[in-house]
């Protein structure tokens, strides 16, 4: 049974830091890339980060570059996202995905929540 299941999120005052992790079972994660997208209330899907199969290349969308990091360990089938300087606007469910061949798995998201 395929599965990601993301963890790590919660509630986190700005400026604050959290780690979002992601385990992949029932597929070759290795062989997958891996991406992390959010959704905000009352907003469409963003994507936030991408790293691909064998960890060497790595991208970001605008608003995180700088203060995300995205990562993998293989070995363990599990995915990372080191979110630091968190702001309020970083405030939504975060999804962690691998897609390969064109075949894609969404895990059912954590939420981080950016509040005073």
């Known amino acids: 049974q395929v599965q990601l299941v993301e963890s790590g999120g919660g509630l986190a005052q700005p400026g604050e830091s959290l780690r979002l992790s992601c385990a992949a079972s029932g597929f070759t994660f290795s062989s997958y890339a891996m991406s992390w997208a959010r959704q905000a209330p009352g907003k469409g899907l963003e994507w936030v980060s991408v790293i691909l199969s064998d960890g060497r290349d790595t991208y970001y969308a605008g608003s995180v570059k700088g203060r995300f990091t995205i990562s993998r360990d293989n070995a363990g089938n599990t995915g990372y996202l080191q979110m630091n300087s968190l702001k309020p606007e970083d405030t939504a469910v975060y999804y962690c995905?691998?897609?390969?061949?064109?075949?894609?798995?969404w895990g059912q998201g954590t939420q981080v929540t950016v509040s005073s």
């Open positions: 995905n691998a897609i390969a061949n064109m075949i894609s798995y």
